[in-house]
């Protein structure tokens, strides 16, 4: 399984961006999906999930701000982020998991946004 993050860049803050992640193969597979950070100096955190069942779930950090939403006939997730700040600056990985009796653990290569004036 691939995991292919797109969508980042350089913005202004208060502005927005929607990072896309596409699999190789069907997410039907996948029970949840997620987005994670790393900022510099800082270790990674968890952004937001969506299970295959819909429900959502963000940090604290960026409630109201940003949006999880998957599509499962394209096999993409997205992270429409809005209301952008500087310290939202990081390197975001798309993340996939298949629970069962183990849980397996996919991740994307990341993508890089930087928000700054």
């Known amino acids: 399984v691939q995991l292919v993050e797109s969508g980042g860049g350089l913005v202004q803050p208060g502005g927005s961006l929607r990072l896309s992640c596409t699999a190789s193969g069907s997410i039907f597979r996948f029970n949840v999906m997620g987005w994670y950070r790393r900022a510099p100096g800082k270790e990674r955190e968890l952004v937001a999930y969506?299970?295959?069942?819909?429900?959502?779930n963000y940090a604290a950090s960026v409630q109201g701000r940003f949006g999880i939403s998957r599509d499962n006939p394209k096999n993409t997730m997205y992270l429409q982020m809005n209301s952008l700040k500087p310290e939202d600056t990081a390197v975001y990985y798309c993340?996939?998991?298949?629970?069962?009796?183990?849980?397996?653990?996919?991740w994307g290569q990341g993508t890089q946004v930087t928000v700054s004036s």
């Open positions: 993340n996939a998991k298949v629970v069962g009796s183990s849980t397996v653990s996919y």
């Open positions: 969506i299970s295959s069942a819909g429900i959502t």
